[in-house]
């Protein structure tokens, strides 16, 4: 799998602006040979939460659009990362998925809200995971704090995810814990951890990217960088099956004592 993580700025409130960014950064990913491009948390907005009633997307459809089209005429899967939404007078932090022929084949609604940036003041929280396939490789798709629940990551490698995508907006300030915590999540679940955080700054957060690829033996093969721009890596999907082989902790769970 080959993958193009945009580790991009935000502007803090400007959709325009970020719409045309994400546009551009899927014209300049699809001149690598890549498989999957993979987006940062909430791109259309930043945490302008204030002011989702102006600002969110309706429906997801200006995201689907863009998603699907490009998807489609670049023969590319793309993982959005997430948008602020709004479902009948509701906002929600979602993730939409599109395959190579433009289908959006996930919609995914971030499930644990992070009260340290005042989501739950301002969005709902999803009721369902998020397991899609592609190129034939079961995925699964978590939003940012969303990461700090290895039950809700478990609850998605168990549902068959070989891959598990972290779109963030994760400040600098508990950058160790990202780097950790993802790094954890790959080696407990023997599964690839493709993690995309943002990089510039709020009114109150400075992030400094750090996105990462974690392998199932829990290799770092990206880290460190904090520049915007595309990061490409190609990951081989057999690993997993290798690790988990070698180590059959699914096997070996005992769900005579928990789930
Ligand atoms: N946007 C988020 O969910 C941030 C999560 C975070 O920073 C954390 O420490 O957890």
Known sequence: MKLAIVQMDI???E?????????????????????VIVFPEMWNTGYALNRLSELADDNGFKTKEILSRLAKKHNVNIVGGSVATKKEDRFYNTMYVANRTGNIIA??????????????????????????ELDGTTCGGVICYDLRFPEWIRAHTLAGAKVIFVPAEWPKKRIDHWQLLLQARAIENQCFVVAVNRVGADPNNEFNGHSMVVAPWGEVLINNQTDEGIYYLEVDLQEVEHVRKRIPVYQDRRTDLYN
């Open 107 to 132: 919609e995914y609604d971030k499930a644990h809200l992070f009260k340290l940036m005042d989501e739950h003041l301002y969005m709902e929280q999803g009721k369902r995971d998020n397991v899609f």
């Open 15 to 35: 959709t325009e602006k970020n719409y045309q960014a994400v546009e551009n950064y899927i014209e300049q990913a699809v001149k690598s040979d890549v498989d």
């Open 11 to 13: 502007g803090f409130g």
